[in-house]
């Protein structure tokens, strides 16, 4: 049985023994699907650095410091990776798995099921991905290429629905275990623990100031509850964004949209809603616009010369995807909103990177032609420049409540779970007391390692 490194070793990589840490290094660069990488699975680089950069004013217009958290270094290049290896690591450790006795599936649109088809072959188990079919062609290059199989379910990134019916479908076989990333906290812990101090760390290195907001978009809704870490340490207010054409939490909508990781169309069961302080909507088409500004050639130049970003520009090209430009947007407009200044820090994620989306942009090119100079002043200015404060629902008692009862028709209608479970989750110590068991799990995990 293939094990791991513990939270408190992903959150501080310092903690492994130096040789495994040496090994992992090399491993990194030279063999990516060789299981020591598992100990690749944190915020830090090899030197101890927090990947992360402060956002220059040029880009964002805004004199709050926006923090960016950017994954495309983790194993499988999105650190969603993080809540995957969590997750299977917790059940092994429960007797709930086995490798050769179970097979896993991976719901997911995306990051988390390509993490899965990383993960769980690393770990020996056979591994199955289920994810829609509208997703892009490089998430599916990427499964198969770490060893897994892709079940591909009707629509694209908001139909989650059918993933579900699909994961009822193989839970018929005895050997079928479903990792679900809605439901469990291990994905919670690993970001609360995890991505929380990252964030933090981040904050202090680059001298931002404070930790004013968290903002993310919800996918899994996993990431999200690094700021219900940094909020129980700094008062920090926590943002989520979903995309307009899918405005779920802010409007009890529905539909589809673009922005590839997130808008799942309900109400996670692992998003602790009740202590969101705004919901913002994001337009997919801005996202993908400013996607194909920040990385394709004659939108990296200008911004590098005319936009004022400098060296910043040539960096940050290669590490946005979709969802990531998307909370930065999400950050901006959470900066103006809240009128925060130069020691207020905004801080944010880029959960994946440019190499999810060639084929996304190729399409976007043939629909909206190639990107001129001109256009990428314009957006500039109208996307980055420009973020309005509308679609804004702010965080009240009465919106809270209505954010928590919208889990009762995914969780108890159709997944199983009792009124009494989902009333337990009004009580900010239900929380509290999942993010606690990290510690436990990394006492057993020590022990099942014998070092």
Not at 75 to 102: C, F, I, N, R
Request: hydrophobic share 40%; proline share 5%; with cysteine.
């Amino acid at each position: 049985m293939i094990h791991g490194p513990t939270y408190s070793e992903m959150r501080d990589p310092s903690r492994l023994p130096a040789d495994l840490r040496r090994r992992a290094g090399v491993a990194r660069r030279e063999a990516p699907l060789d299981p020591v990488n598992l100990f690749n699975i944190t915020w830090h680089e090899e030197d101890g650095r927090v990947r992360a950069l402060r956002l220059p004013e040029a880009l964002t217009g805004v004199p709050s410091p926006i923090v960016l958290l950017y994954a495309r270094d983790f194993p499988t290049g999105a650190h969603k990776v993080g809540a995957t290896y969590s997750v299977l690591m917790e059940h092994q450790l429960a007797g709930d798995v086995a490798p050769g006795a179970s097979t896993l599936v991976w719901p997911s649109t995306g990051n988390y099921g390509i993490g899965g088809s990383w993960v769980g072959p690393r770990m020996g188990y056979e591994s199955v991905v289920i994810l829609p079919e509208e997703m892009s062609a490089e998430r599916f290059e990427k499964i198969a290429a770490y060893g897994a199989r892709a079940i591909k379910t009707p629509g694209c990134e908001s139909n989650v629905k059918e993933i579900y019916d699909e994961c009822k479908r193989l839970a018929a076989n005895p050997r079928v275990r479903v990792m679900n990333q809605f439901a469990e906290m291990a994905n919670y812990r690993w970001h609360y623990h995890v991505t929380g101090a990252a964030a933090a760390e981040a904050v202090e290195t680059l001298s931002a100031g404070r930790p004013a907001a968290f903002v993310s978009a919800m996918g899994s809704a996993g990431t999200i509850a690094a700021g219900d870490a940094l909020k129980a340490r700094f008062g920090t207010r926590i943002v989520g964004l979903e995309p307009v054409q899918c405005p779920t939490l802010s409007r009890n909508g529905y539909g589809g949209h673009a922005i590839e990781g997130i808008g799942d169309k309900h109400v996670t069961w692992i998003h602790h809603v009740t202590n969101l302080d705004a919901m913002m909507c994001i337009d997919d088409e801005e996202c993908l616009l400013g996607l194909q500004l920040v990385s394709e050639p004659v939108g990296r130049d200008f911004l590098a010369a005319g936009g004022g970003l400098g060296e910043a520009a040539h960096r940050l090209s290669t590490l946005l995807g979709i969802s990531g430009v998307c909370n930065i947007l999400g950050a901006i407009r959470t900066a103006r909103w809240l009128g925060l200044g130069k020691d207020d820090a905004v801080v944010t994620v880029a959960t994946d990177a440019l190499d999810r989306y060639p084929s996304v942009l190729k399409r976007l090119q043939a629909r909206t032609g190639p990107l001129t100079r001109e256009r990428a002043e314009a957006r500039l200015t109208s996307i980055f420049h420009g973020q309005k404060l509308d679609w804004i629902a702010e965080g009240t008692r009465e919106s809270r409540e209505r954010w928590h009862n919208l889990k009762y028709f995914t969780w108890v209608e159709q997944q199983g779970k009792t009124v009494e479970e989902l009333d337990a989750q009004r009580s900010e110590s239900w929380w509290n007391d999942q993010a606690a068991l990290a510690e436990d799990v990394d006492r057993r995990l020590r022990e099942a390692r014998g070092w």
